[in-house]
């Protein structure tokens, strides 16, 4: 069965610093694959999506992921973190590549230091 | 206004009591999906429908139903409501029309509800 697994459930960075997300997936073919951001009180923001081409997917609010098929990951990356990034961060796979069906990871909240 | 509106935003009721949650979308989107989210666990999806005639059961569909009355409209209902129901609850809409073009279609969340069983 497909599945997702975000190895960190708590991070925490300071302002400015660079982050790195950790998102791994079992899928055997490839995947599509997307970050969401829920922010305190909000409901889930798209922040970015893979589902073919460059392996190296932009996204909004400075964030990029990295879609590597030799480690099952697509890791969530910004150069420098802002105190308005704190929030939690879910990675999902779309279940069979047929719509309709998300499967998430457990989430990493992510708290920024001043 | 909001593409996706979810009603009430947090309930508190009893164990036994019948419940729903209302989503409505002005997205047009043909997709609309409930999903249950618990801390440490991510979402799971209860249900979901591709339009108005076509409902199927998510992950964790037990103890649920849900009632599509319009394009626009999703409604999920917990026939008697238990603890293990607490949760925040969210719908969200999407759109095939992505996948015409080669794209994914991508799901659009509403606010979430917050329930409380006790």
């Known amino acids: 069965a497909q599945s997702v697994t975000q190895p960190d459930i708590h991070i925490t960075v300071s302002e400015g610093a660079s982050l790195e997300l950790r998102c791994n997936y079992s899928?055997?073919?490839?995947?599509?694959l997307f970050w969401y951001v829920q922010s305190p009180g909000q409901g889930l923001q798209l922040l970015l999506k893979?589902?073919?081409?460059?392996?190296l997917v932009q996204g909004i609010k400075g964030f990029e992921a990295e879609f590597k098929r030799s480690q099952s990951s697509f890791n969530l990356r910004k150069p420098s973190v802002h105190w308005s990034d704190a929030a939690e961060y879910f990675c999902?796979?779309?279940?069979?590549?047929?719509?309709?069906?998300?499967?998430f990871g457990q989430g990493t909240e992510l708290s920024v230091k001043p | 206004d909001a593409d996706v509106t979810q009603t009430p935003r947090n309930r508190i009721t009893k164990t036994g009591k019948r419940i729903m949650l209302e989503c409505s979308q002005t997205?047009?989107?043909?997709?609309m999906y409930w999903y249950r989210q618990d801390p440490g666990l991510g979402l799971r999806l209860i249900y979901y429908?591709?339009?108005?005639?076509?409902?199927n059961k998510g992950e964790i569909s037990d103890g649920y139903s849900v009632s599509r009355q319009a394009q626009a409209k999703f409604s999920l209902s917990l026939e008697s409501a238990i603890p293990n129901q607490t949760a925040l609850y969210f719908c969200?809409?999407?759109?095939?029309?992505?996948?015409?073009?080669?794209?994914?279609?991508?799901?659009?969340f509403g606010p979430g509800t917050r329930l409380t069983v006790l």
């Open positions: 999902a796979v779309e279940a069979n590549n047929q719509g309709g069906k998300l499967i």
């Open positions: 899928y055997g073919a490839t995947p599509y």
């Open positions: 893979y589902f073919s081409g460059d392996t």
């Open positions: 969200a809409t999407s759109d095939p029309l992505g996948r015409l073009a080669g794209e994914t279609d991508t799901q659009y």
């Open positions: 429908s591709f339009d108005v005639k076509d409902i």
């Open positions: 997205k047009g989107h043909d997709r």
